[in-house]
């Protein structure tokens, strides 16, 4: 099938081409039947269910004697009790026995033609290398490491060395400033820093260990620094502090045993910032992570042995963590580790990676794909024969961009699954199963298996049933790979997440604190729709529309690359919207295009929602994982440009500037 012919019908799962049969299909049932089958099980018997798929995808070195205690009201979970297994050992020894030639890592390096590969064998020789110099600068067990790293293999062998040796990954983005670093090391207490003298992206070179450099002025507790050295440049250097990588790994054998950690125990913290307040580290612990990062590679991507898998996060992202390194590595396939941006040196770049290393799976964000489909068709070049599932990630994804990834990136030919989750779920909640499930442009389908998802009335909590519904969404069951705890603020975590509704984890995201939680709404055949956080539905005379709806309208518009809507107070309406554009080919606004738009939005969602002004910018204010920052543009709007609060997750802090003149300037 190449095109969506059945207008707003779903797109049915087995319309294409498979290599082997998706894992689900089997006795006689259609993959679809048995993912149905097999959710009714997940939820009725959860122990007995993440039981035994703890068992078949991963290798403990103990079993565990309970799978699951405590409850979502107490805040107390904790899974696979008495199992001890080590991530290391589950991501890398078991292939390097098993299939040491085979490829794990793909490094494509910023510059097109470089990089390197590096087999299951050679993955654990360099882990093992790692390792021993983290032990050397005193690293134990329950120690917390940080990374401040680009995208380079030695990145995702730093995380594997760290949970070889049992010490907890802390990984920055490295786009982070000083002062966000600074924090992040304080708060736990890290003593080591793994970095690199320079960073490259988009044939750019950043100076991170001079940014390193800054943060320790105010780090007492670090001792000592380890330096990937990925250019030539010289950098400031504390004698006994600061070594370099490639030297001090020269120094150890090829093998270190793994230790032993209890299912329990923390794998890594992940910060996510909030407007104001400290930023969180949210804790995941070892066997429930890795149980969720396996079963949704093996299920919700359909991993199989021989496949590639390109996920374009950056390991700074929860993203990067679960499906650059985690899952691909748990399942044993080979994992593209990409330095560059999808913009360098051309728009194809992606769409030659794929190419050149036949990938099968290939997992981005919205943000990414909307440049992309701005820069033109001409650049979506190559066969992509290989391709089999298109991800998208990090917010909802637009139909017109999911039509776009599906007939122009995909041909058709790949299926196209809008996975929905967040930091602290740790791995998939939401999302279709590739190769199982029907998909509806724009939905992110149905829950992964044990996920009981809710839809809750935020004023008074109570769980709105059946179809056709929207509030916000919430989950009724705790699944493995839930994050434990905020470092060492375990109150913080229950009053975010688990007190706002009693008895629900509560989908209250961390990225923006100013957020109350994701909207969502289930449809007559019970898919379910992420429709943006609540507090970006717009009442407007009494129609609440989400701003994702009024978006979604203006993106279908042929001359529209981007669009953020946000709501303003209304002495008649009560609000209404006001959107904030990024045209194609950065063409000029006239008053025809300003109409079109305006006359689309009336057509496709009704007079009311039409934006009351609109502002063509050059870019909108977006974090480093492509989620637009709505709350810049509410608080410049209302002139409250000094009180922006915590813009340092912007991947480009100047657009603000250029914004506040747009809008000083007049729509
Ligand atoms: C994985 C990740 C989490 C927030 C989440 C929601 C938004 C993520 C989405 C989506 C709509 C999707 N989000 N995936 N919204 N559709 N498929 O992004 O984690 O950075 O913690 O952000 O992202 O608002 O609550 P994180």
Known sequence: MSTLTNGSGPVPADAFAHPSKPHLESNGLSAFENYKRLHEQSIKNPSEFWGSLARDLLTWSKDFDIVRRGSLERGDLSWFLGGELNACYNCVDRHAFATPDKVALIYEADEPEHGRVLTYDDLLREVCQLSYVLKDMGVKKGDTVAIYMP???????ALLACVRIGAVHSVIFAGFSSDSLRDRINDAKCKVVLTANESKRGGKTHAIKHIVDKALVECPAVTSVLVFKRTESEVQWIPGRDHWWQEAVKKWPAYIAPERMNAEDPLFLLYTSGSTG??????HS???YLVGAAATGKYVFDIHDSDSFFCGGDIGWITGHTYVVYAPLLLGVSTIVFEGSPMYPNPSRYWNIIDKHNVSHFYVAPTALRLLKKSGDQHVTGDRAHLRVLGSVGEPIAPEVWKWYFEVVGKGQ????????????????????AGATPTKPGAASFPFFGIEPAILDAATGEEIDGANVEGVLAFKQAWPSMARTVWGAHDRYMDTYLRPFKGYYFSRPTQNSQYTGDGASRDKDGFYWIGGRMDDIINVSGHRISTA????????????AEAAVVAV????TGQASVAFLTLKDHRAVTPEIRDELILQVRRTIGPFAAPRRIYVVDDLPKTRSGKIMRRVLRKI???EQDQLGDTSTLSDPTVVERIIAAVQAGP
């Open 151 to 157: 995208m380079v293999p030695e990145a995702i062998i």
């Open 569 to 572: 107070q209304d002495e008649i």
């Open 278 to 283: 400290k930023p969180k580290g949210v804790l």
């Open 637 to 639: 709007l209302a002139g």
């Open 286 to 288: 070892t066997g429930g």
């Open 414 to 433: 790949a299926q196209i699954v809008d996975t929905y989750w967040q930091t602290e779920t740790g791995s998939h909640v939401i999302a279709p199963l």
């Open 549 to 560: 709806e009024i978006e979604a309208a203006l993106i279908e518009d042929f001359t529209v």
